[in-house]
């Protein structure tokens, strides 16, 4: 444009210049636009190519696991119970009498030579292991005798003297109820009727001592010999000789009766109460390996020990032959029961509440699923434990629990058998 040449206006008033440069700007603006949408576009197309071309997501594969079924098993119980073994019965023998022993039982050795008894012989009922001398006590039975016999010939002689005063008193009783003599001569008649039969039992009681004394020293005599009291005893000790002189209760022997054996311990009170006398155990011994024995629970206390606070409990052994005082046996006790028993690998705690769960198998349409199921037990049996089944217990005889694997499960996973 030329200096001092004026531009014409446009149509609307706008100078042409200023016109120019709005339609730029709409243009660049429109290019703007179109790019974004392009780009929008693009990037759609790249999200949507993007998710046809991701793997599909689909459901977790079931867990694996190992099933039990729940059923009744036999289960043999065996508790163990160590004592000593004492004899059945124990006798310490001694004389009644004191004297000089004049002679022992004698018994054939393995030599057949005869010896004196001692320890390990074995004797019978009523044979005499050792004498006294018997002289001076048959010296005194028979004092003893002649006093007897003195005081029964005393008491014959007062019993016919009060008999015939007893007959002169009723004669005269009878003079007198006839006024035909006098009440003194009544009075004296009672008088000697009387005196005669005090005398009669002054002499009784004379001869009833005579008798017991001649009784003991018969008895003394008998007393001068000790003899086995058991059926079969065995000498545990001897502590006399011939020629030894004893006292009146001084111990000579002590004999065991070894026929029968008891074992001695103690029980809790969770097992008192299921023994009964009479009940059969076995009853082994380290002493004697390879050989068991049968016994009966001999004897239940009543009440417990003041310091071990178990019951003491004796079992015997009848027609046994090996054990012997002093030997510790072990005594079992055997019981057999049914239980319906699960693995403790089975058993998941409950750390809410103070119980336990395990998880059954079910299907749910169609499908293996692991259920949660709280359980009580009766018995832990080793490495198992017995399931409590009562009328409210959720399991059931039958139910396919899991025993491995339950540390991955949760109520409702699906799982899968293994076969």
Same mark, same amino acid.
């Given at each position: 444009m030329n200096p001092g040449? #004026?531009? %014409?206006? @446009?149509? +609307? $008033?706008t100078p042409l210049g200023k016109r120019g440069k709005w339609s730029? #700007? %709409?243009l660049a603006a429109s290019v703007l636009l179109g790019i974004g949408a392009l780009a929008l576009g693009f990037r759609s197309i790249l999200y949507h190519r993007a998710l046809s071309l991701a793997p599909k997501t689909s459901e977790a594969p079931p867990l694996t696991v190992r099933v039990q079924p729940l059923v009744s098993e036999t289960v043999s119980s065996v508790l163990t119970y160590s004592g000593p073994v004492k004899e059945l019965e124990?006798?310490?023998l001694s004389f009644r009498v004191g004297g000089t022993i004049t002679g022992l039982h004698r018994v054939a050795g393995p030599d057949g030579k005869e010896h004196a008894i001692h320890e390990g012989d074995l004797v019978n009922q009523e044979t005499i292991l050792a004498s006294l001398d018997t002289a001076d006590f048959v010296r005194d039975r028979d004092v003893a005798a002649e006093k007897l016999a003195t005081a029964g010939a005393y008491l014959a002689q007062q019993e016919s003297e009060a008999s015939l005063a007893l007959l002169e008193f009723r004669r005269v009783e009878? %003079?007198?109820? /006839?006024? @035909?003599?006098s009440i003194s001569s009544l009075d004296t008649a009672k008088t000697k009727q009387v005196s005669t039969a005090l005398a009669v039992a002054g002499a009784r009681r004379d001869r009833e001592s005579a008798r017991i004394a001649l009784a003991q020293a018969e008895a003394d005599i008998s007393y001068c010999t000790i003899k086995s009291p058991f059926r079969q005893g065995t000498v545990a000790a001897r502590f006399v000789d011939v020629g030894q002189r004893v006292t009146a209760n001084q111990k000579s022997f002590l004999l065991l009766d070894l026929s029968s054996v008891v074992i001695g311990f103690g029980v809790p009170d969770t097992l008192? $109460? /299921?023994l009964n006398l009479g009940q059969k155990v076995d009853v082994f011994c380290d002493a004697l390996p390879g050989r068991r024995f049968q016994a009966v629970v001999h004897k239940i206390a009543s009440t417990a020990d003041q310091q071990t606070r178990t019951y003491p409990i004796e079992v015997r052994v009848d027609n046994q032959t090996g054990l012997k005082p002093g030997m510790i046996a072990t005594v079992e006790f055997r019981k057999e029961v049914k239980a319906y028993l699960l693995p %403790?690998?089975?058993?998941?705690p409950d750390s809410r509440e103070a119980n336990y769960r395990v998880f059954r198998v079910v299907e749910r349409e169609g499908k293996s699923v692991a259920e949660i199921v709280p359980v009580?037990? +009766?018995n832990v049996l080793d490495n198992r434990v017995a399931v409590s089944l009562d009328a409210t217990a959720l399991l059931k005889p039958g139910d396919r629990v899991v025993?491995? $694997?339950t540390h991955r499960l949760h109520d409702g996973q699906p799982v899968q058998v293994e076969p």
């Open positions: 040449t #004026r531009a %014409l206006p @446009a149509g +609307d $008033g730029q #700007r %709409l124990k006798a310490e009878q %003079l007198w109820k /006839s006024n @035909a003599t008192v $109460g /299921s %403790l690998t089975a058993v998941v009580w037990f +009766d025993s491995t $694997g």
